[in-house]
């Protein structure tokens, strides 16, 4: 008998018998199967199978719930418990509930730099449905060290029952959508959001009524994989205090839903919260689409802590140097997960088709998803395998594939991402290009021209959409709106790296000051450029995305990077409804505008050809538009030859005004002003039902940096 095997018996002798007490007599381990991996629950009892090529020997732990002490420590046999690379068992008279994890090792270990296997340590199957021992957010943080005493995180055995009440995908067409990024906890953390479960599934339950009422389609969700807030090492320069990863790009198992975000996360109760928040929000005709992590996890490099992969078949699940056994690090978080492993590459599949159709989600955006295009030696692959299995796989032909097309290592794919017909991409050219011509950088009208028509230049051919572009201005990754016009360089003192994180390249401007002012010049050209912002965002073909909060001016003090503040820097303050109450109408009218009006949505870029729209572009004069470096204005006069709409925008961020001619309406008579954002509340936006006609149909006066939304009615 090995090693190992000697250490597990004499593990289960003794409380072998609080199991045998649980289970009955029904208890009997049996050879089970290989396929599926994970814990699965059969008609009487639970099948476990884990991939392992290079482990000689594994353990199986079972665990009684919430209890630090084995009551079982099984052994498996190669010669039973093992077909090809797959180590399996199954256990008759156990029920979901149980805890469990396993023991790997291997002897002898010819190369232990390449391999990490540990018996000492019980790791996390990776297809865990559920994590135990993460119920409390932050939970021992004033813990010196990260590794002292934390609770420790089993699999749970999880039964998929539940009650969807006739629930299905909405399938909302890409081109009709209109995205909200959320994070679940920040949300409703703050006291003031007044849900009874403030930062957790329920919480943000409790705030559909709004986000319905705002008029967004789907919501997208930051990681809600599980991951370890407590990971970070980071401390407050002033206060000491230790910071999280508040963010959750730091997944630690990519099947389980994250404990601390329920209202209850013990005994696996968050699988059933997420799966009621997610049908709630169906009913209110909203998708929900997940922020997804393959790229890295939360094991880190070198020194990071072994939750389950790293122990469990290092060389399978990383890209590590075959000499060294350092990791590559293409995420720069000091793993790359080895995305086109032939193991790891049906893991992801596995993953996504779970979310799919067990959580019932609607779609996923990838996190620096140029990893996943990346084969087993680091090297961009042109054909990735596991991006086509992904764009093809069936289960996931109604899933919403959103791509941020870049890696840490300077991979750049926006407009080249593989696999593109099914891919839709962030368009970080959008954001930067309307950012530049709003603060008034010169040679920016041919660009922006680009952005408003759906970005031809990058997405026109090869069966490729304007909905493949996700239009945005900001992100969770960067400056909030409130602070794009608020501040020109990032203040992350508070993170604790001395200011070197976070982007310096934000293409903001402080319109005068920086941070807060009573300077009231500065305060209404903030607001003007936040409502141009949103207009060319809304204006524009493509899908818009929204990040939470800047329909009311969220701030986070200028904070580009507020990755590890899990306090009012990152959560959401409601009491901003009240106070910009104006600029929340902004937002919901504008949105109302464009699902009113379909020649916003475009289903294609056959512009004046097959596609009912037709679209002109003007400058100053009619007919002439101006697209020299000089330039600083451009009108796009948009109608339809199937809904007899005219739309006129004028984009003007000269610093002095201009008067603009104004061509006839196609099909309609006159000319009716929508928007100006240079006028106060609530002239800005005036409601469709009670525009009036322009006094003067031959031309416009458009005020310094602002933009006019014209529309033809009779």
Same mark, same amino acid.
């Given at each position: 008998?090995?090693?190992?095997?000697?250490? $597990?018996?004499?593990?289960?002798?003794?409380?072998?018998?609080?199991?045998?007490?649980?289970?009955?007599?029904?208890?009997?381990?049996?050879? $089970?199967?290989?396929?599926?991996? +994970?814990?699965?629950?059969?008609?009487?009892?639970?099948?476990?199978?884990?991939?392992?090529?290079?482990?000689?020997?594994?353990?199986?732990?079972? #665990?009684?719930?919430? *209890?630090?002490?084995?009551?079982?420590?099984?052994?498996?046999?190669?010669?039973?418990?093992? %077909?090809?690379?797959?180590?399996?068992?199954?256990?008759?008279?156990?029920?979901? =509930?149980?805890?469990?994890?396993?023991?790997?090792?291997?002897?002898?270990?010819?190369?232990?730099?390449?391999?990490?296997?540990?018996?000492?340590?019980?790791?996390?199957?990776?297809?865990?449905?559920?994590?135990?021992?993460?119920?409390?957010?932050?939970?021992?943080?004033?813990?010196?060290?990260?590794?002292?005493?934390?609770?420790?995180?089993?699999?749970?055995?999880?039964?998929?029952?539940?009650?969807?009440?006739?629930?299905?995908?909405?399938?909302?067409?890409?081109?009709?959508?209109?995205?909200?990024?959320?994070?679940?906890?920040?949300?409703?953390?703050?006291?003031?959001?007044?849900?009874?479960?403030?930062?957790?599934? *329920? $919480?943000?339950?409790?705030?559909?009524?709004?986000?319905?009422?705002?008029?967004?389609?789907?919501?997208?969700?930051?990681?809600?994989?599980?991951?370890?807030?407590?990971?970070? %090492?980071?401390?407050?320069?002033?206060?000491?205090?230790?910071?999280?990863?508040?963010?959750?790009?730091?997944?630690?198992?990519?099947?389980?839903?994250?404990?601390?975000?329920?209202?209850?996360?013990?005994? $696996?109760?968050?699988?059933?919260?997420?799966?009621?928040?997610?049908?709630?929000?169906?009913?209110?005709?909203?998708?929900?689409?997940?922020?997804?992590?393959?790229?890295?996890?939360?094991?880190?490099?070198?020194?990071?802590?072994?939750?389950?992969?790293?122990?469990?078949?290092? *060389?399978?699940?990383?890209?590590?140097?075959?000499?060294?056994?350092?990791?590559?690090?293409?995420?720069?978080?000091?793993?790359?997960?080895?995305?086109?492993?032939?193991?790891?590459?049906?893991?992801?599949?596995?993953?996504?088709?779970?979310?799919?159709?067990? @959580?019932?989600?609607?779609?996923?955006?990838?996190?620096?998803?140029?990893?996943?295009?990346?084969?087993?030696?680091?090297?961009?692959?042109?054909?990735?395998?596991?991006?086509?299995?992904?764009?093809?796989?069936?289960?996931?032909?109604?899933?919403?594939?959103?791509?941020?097309?870049?890696?840490?290592? +300077?991979?750049? !794919?926006?407009?080249?991402?593989?696999?593109?017909?099914?891919?839709?991409?962030?368009?970080?050219? #959008?954001?930067?290009?309307?950012?530049?011509?709003?603060?008034?950088?010169?040679?920016?009208?041919?660009?922006?021209?680009?952005?408003?028509?759906?970005?031809?230049?990058?997405?026109?051919?090869?069966?490729?959409?304007?909905?493949?572009?996700?239009?945005?201005?900001?992100?969770?990754? =960067?400056?909030?709106?409130?602070?794009?016009?608020?501040?020109?360089?990032?203040?992350?003192?508070?993170?604790?790296?001395?200011?070197?994180?976070?982007?310096?390249?934000?293409?903001?401007?402080?319109?005068?000051?920086?941070?807060?002012?009573?300077?009231?010049? &500065?305060?209404?050209?903030?607001?003007?450029?936040?409502?141009?912002?949103?207009?060319?965002? @809304?204006?524009?073909?493509? &899908?818009?995305?929204?990040?939470?909060?800047?329909? @009311?001016?969220?701030?986070?003090?200028?904070?580009?990077?507020?990755?590890?503040?899990?306090?009012?820097?990152?959560? &959401?303050?409601?009491?901003?409804?009240?106070?910009?109450?104006?600029?929340?109408?902004?937002?919901?009218?504008?949105?109302?505008?464009?699902?009113?009006?379909?020649?916003?949505?475009?289903?294609?870029?056959?512009?004046?050809?097959?596609?009912?729209?037709?679209?002109?572009?003007? =400058?100053?004069?009619?007919?002439?538009?101006?697209?020299? !470096?000089?330039?600083?204005?451009?009108?796009?006069?948009?109608?339809?030859?199937?809904?007899?709409?005219?739309?006129?925008?004028?984009?003007?961020?000269?610093?002095?005004?201009?008067?603009?001619?104004?061509?006839?309406?196609?099909?309609?008579?006159?000319?009716?002003?929508?928007?100006?954002?240079?006028?106060?509340?609530?002239?800005?936006?005036?409601?469709?039902?009670?525009?009036?006609?322009?006094?003067?149909?031959?031309?416009?006066?458009?005020?310094?940096?602002?933009?006019?939304?014209?529309? +033809?009615?009779?």
């Amino acid at each position: 008998m090995s090693r190992m095997n000697d250490e $597990g018996r004499a593990r289960r002798s003794g409380p072998r018998q609080a199991l045998l007490d649980l289970a009955g007599d029904e208890f009997e381990v049996m050879r $089970g199967h290989p396929l599926p991996f +994970g814990a699965t629950v059969m008609r009487d009892g639970v099948n476990f199978a884990l991939y392992s090529r290079r482990a000689t020997e594994v353990v199986l732990v079972l #665990f009684l719930p919430e *209890r630090e002490e084995s009551v079982l420590e099984l052994p498996l046999e190669p010669d039973l418990h093992k %077909t090809g690379d797959v180590w399996h068992a199954f256990i008759r008279g156990i029920d979901p =509930g149980i805890e469990y994890g396993y023991r790997l090792g291997r002897y002898p270990n010819p190369e232990p730099h390449l391999d990490r296997f540990d018996p000492s340590q019980v790791l996390i199957d990776p297809y865990s449905r559920a994590l135990s021992g993460g119920s409390r957010w932050g939970h021992r943080l004033h813990l010196e060290s990260i590794d002292e005493h934390v609770p420790r995180r089993h699999s749970l055995v999880m039964d998929d029952e539940f009650d969807w009440q006739l629930d299905r995908p909405l399938k909302t067409h890409a081109a009709d959508s209109v995205i909200y990024e959320l994070h679940v906890r920040g949300f409703t953390r703050h006291a003031s959001s007044g849900v009874r479960h403030p930062g957790t599934y *329920r $919480g943000l339950t409790e705030k559909i009524p709004y986000l319905k009422d705002l008029g967004i389609t789907a919501v997208e969700l930051m990681p809600v994989q599980e991951f370890e807030e407590r990971d970070n %090492t980071f401390r407050h320069p002033e206060t000491g205090r230790r910071l999280v990863n508040f963010w959750g790009y730091d997944p630690i198992t990519f099947f389980a839903p994250n404990g601390s975000y329920a209202a209850d996360g013990r005994f $696996g109760h968050q699988v059933a919260e997420f799966k009621e928040m997610v049908r709630a929000f169906h009913q209110a005709g909203i998708e929900v689409i997940l922020d997804v992590v393959f790229n890295h996890t939360g094991e880190g490099g070198e020194d990071g802590p072994t939750y389950g992969l790293r122990g469990i078949d290092n *060389r399978a699940y990383y890209i590590v140097d075959p000499e060294s056994g350092e990791y590559h690090n293409y995420s720069g978080c000091g793993n790359t997960v080895n995305c086109n492993h032939p193991v790891v590459r049906d893991m992801i599949l596995d993953c996504l088709r779970y979310w799919v159709t067990e @959580m019932h989600v609607d779609g996923f955006r990838f996190d620096l998803a140029s990893i996943l295009g990346r084969g087993r030696d680091g090297s961009v692959l042109a054909n990735p395998p596991l991006l086509e299995r992904i764009a093809a796989d069936p289960v996931l032909a109604d899933a919403k594939l959103i791509a941020e097309a870049w890696d840490a290592a +300077g991979l750049y !794919q926006v407009g080249t991402f593989p696999a593109f017909e099914r891919w839709a991409e962030w368009n970080g050219r #959008f954001r930067d290009d309307v950012r530049r011509f709003v603060k008034s950088d010169p040679a920016m009208v041919p660009s922006l021209a680009l952005r408003l028509s759906g970005s031809p230049d990058l997405y026109h051919g090869d069966g490729r959409c304007p909905y493949h572009s996700i239009n945005f201005v900001t992100a969770h990754d =960067g400056f909030t709106l409130h602070d794009l016009v608020s501040y020109n360089h990032k203040h992350n003192l508070a993170n604790g790296e001395d200011n070197r994180d976070g982007s310096d390249n934000n293409h903001s401007w402080n319109c005068g000051a920086e941070g807060p002012t009573h300077d009231l010049d &500065v305060l209404a050209r903030r607001r003007r450029q936040m409502r141009n912002l949103i207009t060319l965002l @809304m204006m524009s073909q493509g &899908v818009p995305m929204l990040l939470a909060g800047d329909e @009311m001016a969220r701030t986070q003090q200028g904070n580009n990077n507020a990755y590890c503040q899990d306090n009012e820097i990152s959560w &959401v303050n409601w009491d901003l409804l009240e106070e910009e109450r104006d600029l929340f109408r902004f937002f919901k009218q504008l949105i109302a505008f464009r699902q009113e009006h379909p020649v916003l949505r475009g289903r294609g870029f056959d512009v004046n050809g097959d596609d009912p729209r037709q679209l002109a572009w003007h =400058g100053q004069e009619v007919d002439r538009p101006d697209w020299s !470096q000089e330039s600083r204005s451009l009108a796009m006069h948009l109608s339809s030859r199937n809904h007899g709409t005219d739309l006129y925008l004028i984009a003007h961020s000269h610093w002095n005004g201009a008067r603009f001619q104004l061509p006839s309406p196609r099909h309609t008579t006159r000319w009716h002003r929508f928007i100006d954002t240079a006028l106060s509340p609530p002239n800005d936006l005036t409601p469709l039902d009670s525009i009036r006609p322009l006094s003067t149909q031959s031309s416009y006066w458009t005020s310094a940096r602002s933009v006019v939304v014209l529309v +033809g009615k009779d």
